[in-house]
């Protein structure tokens, strides 16, 4: 199994990010795939950003990142996007792929929003 995330950076306030994971080495379309984040800090723990089924048409967002925030994925490219829109300092983390019923973490992607 095989995450490989891409897209972070240094972004201003309000302003925009892609964020991509390609995944290999499972069948891709099977599974729910998410993306969480952890913010710089000690005792910050990974926290969900977002969610989607295996078919794209469910997806789910903590009320941090409702309505600014969408995931989606390509089953025929093996990729999962988040687009993040409207970012905030507070969206400053480490923004990690994750494939919760292999437990199979990505090596992140990191996200700084700052002027």
């Known amino acids: 199994v095989q995450l490989v995330e891409s897209g972070g950076g240094l972004v201003q306030p309000g302003g925009s990010l892609r964020l991509s994971c390609a995944a290999s080495?499972?069948?891709?379309?099977?599974?729910?795939m998410s993306w969480y984040r952890q913010a710089p800090g000690p005792g910050k723990g990974r926290e969900l950003v977002a969610s989607i089924g295996a078919a794209g048409r469910v997806t789910n967002y903590p009320d941090s990142v409702k309505g600014r925030f969408t995931i989606t994925r390509d089953n025929t490219k093996n990729t999962v996007a988040l687009q993040m829109n409207s970012l905030k300092p507070e969206d400053t983390a480490d923004y990690y792929c994750?494939?919760?019923?292999?437990?199979?973490w990505g090596q992140g992607t990191q996200v700084t929003v700052s002027s």
């Open positions: 080495g499972f069948t891709f379309s099977n599974y729910v």
């Open positions: 994750y494939v919760p019923r292999l437990d199979y």
